[in-house]
């Protein structure tokens, strides 16, 4: 038994699918990349190493590539920060109370993720325009608050299934009061399902293309609206490619920044 489990453990499939799988989601970045170097415009073909299209991207050229990073990054940061409130709060109370309109409570903080995004878009825009809000970057971060709730909520569900209720109770005998008990017991142990919830809502809301673009107004093009906006020339091509690889230094600086947070955090 012990030999015939060794023979299926070195078996070479599954090495193979990984390695397939590892080239299928990274070669295309590795190429972006090199494009992003390549002092070719339409990257057909390699014609030497060349830093033109960053210049091009930090050049007053590309102001409007900047804006639009900058609504976006702060369309992120409010939905994110609104976000942590509500679905913090939405988690607490569907965690604590116990209901009949539970399941319709669950069902209401699962609708956002499971719907599809062409139809909240639809729906959001239905609404604006029915109201008459002036559709800006206001309407886009309420839009993107709409869904990024409901990732924040199950991330500090999950939190709360190992969560001690016994320490709030502990906490009020000791002589804490309501809010001393939120701030120095609740939050502080809730605190990493709380990030997490926050990270990936605004992961979410900075890569959303699909609501923002029916909810958007004129003037608030976001990054992802921009970029594609610009794939329909050829001859700002490269500069997508200078601006992803940026983007991506960006993002690999902040999750290695985050491990190392975290293991010096088990350390201590």
Request: aromatic fraction near 12%; charge should be positive; glycine fraction near 6%.
């Amino acid at each position: 038994m012990k030999k015939a489990t060794t023979l299926r453990s070195r078996h070479p499939l599954p090495v193979l699918a990984t390695a397939v799988a590892l080239v299928f989601l990274y070669f295309p970045i590795l190429v972006l990349v090199l494009n992003s170097f390549n002092a070719s415009r339409y990257g057909a073909s390699w014609e030497g190493w060349s830093m033109r299209w960053y210049e091009l991207l930090f050049s007053a050229r590309s102001r409007d590539i900047w804006e639009a990073l900058q609504r976006s990054l702060v369309i992120g940061v409010a939905a994110s920060a609104v976000s942590m409130v509500l679905g913090t709060m939405a988690a607490w109370a569907l965690n604590r109370y116990r209901t009949r309109l539970q399941k319709a409570h669950f069902g209401l903080i699962y609708l956002p993720i499971v719907a599809p995004d062409i139809l909240m878009g639809i729906s959001l825009a239905i609404f604006f325009v029915t109201l008459d809000v002036e559709r800006n970057i206001g309407a886009i971060t309420v839009a993107h608050i709409t869904f990024c709730i409901s990732y924040v909520a199950l991330a500090v569900l999950a939190r709360l299934q190992d969560f001690d209720g016994s320490v709030v109770d502990a906490a009020r005998d000791l002589g804490a009061n309501r809010w001393q008990t939120i701030v120095r017991v609740v939050v502080p142990l809730l605190a990493p399902g709380i990030l997490a919830g926050g990270l990936l809502a605004f992961t979410l809301s900075i890569d959303d293309f699909v609501i923002t673009f029916f909810v958007k107004g004129v003037g608030s093009d976001t990054l992802p609206l921009k970029i594609y906006s610009m794939t329909k020339h050829t001859k700002e091509m490269p500069v997508i490619n200078a601006l992803s690889t940026l983007l991506l230094t960006f993002t690999f600086a902040v999750v290695w920044w985050v491990q190392r947070l975290s293991r010096a955090r088990a350390v201590a």
